[in-house]
């Protein structure tokens, strides 16, 4: 039972950390601004970039007038998506008018994650090293 109460006090923590504290919020507009910076040293002009808002994501949508090689490039050239998907901390880049491919996990859900295997990485280290002694056996 203690376990438990635990791990529901961990994703409590985990949820505060993303909402209410706006650490979730930050994060992905720390995204934005450095993926802006990308779009800027790229020279394309007329690109648009927002992040998914609902839910909070990893995921930059791009929108703007942009040949196929100016967004997935050539080779060894990366075009502007690759660029973005570059930026630390991005899971994925689309184009607004290319249909979705593949999940995003949302924001809030890779926290209660990491949090959950943070715990129970803490759990089995605690029961590693401080485990219940043995009880001498009768025969």
């Not at 985990?14 to 990308?38: D, Q, T």
């Not at 280290?125 to 009880?135: A, D, M, S, V």
Request: proline fraction near 5%; hydrophobic fraction near 50%.
């Amino acid at each position: 039972m203690a376990a438990i109460i635990g791990l529901v006090a961990v994703l409590l923590l985990a949820w505060l950390h993303h909402g209410p504290l706006g650490n979730g919020e930050r994060f992905v507009n720390r995204l934005e601004a450095a993926s802006k910076i990308v779009i800027v040293d790229s020279e394309l002009t007329g690109i648009g970039l927002r992040m998914q808002r609902q839910p909070l994501a990893r995921e930059a949508i791009l929108a703007g007038p942009a040949n196929d090689f100016q967004r997935h490039g050539l080779g060894g050239q990366k075009g502007l998506t690759q660029m973005i998907e570059d930026v630390p901390g991005m899971a994925r880049a689309r184009w607004v008018d290319e249909p979705a491919s593949g999940f995003v996990l949302p924001l809030l859900a890779e926290t209660c994650l990491l949090a959950i295997l943070a715990y129970a990485i803490g759990i089995a280290l605690g029961r590693f090293i401080w485990g219940r002694k043995p009880r001498e056996r009768y025969a």
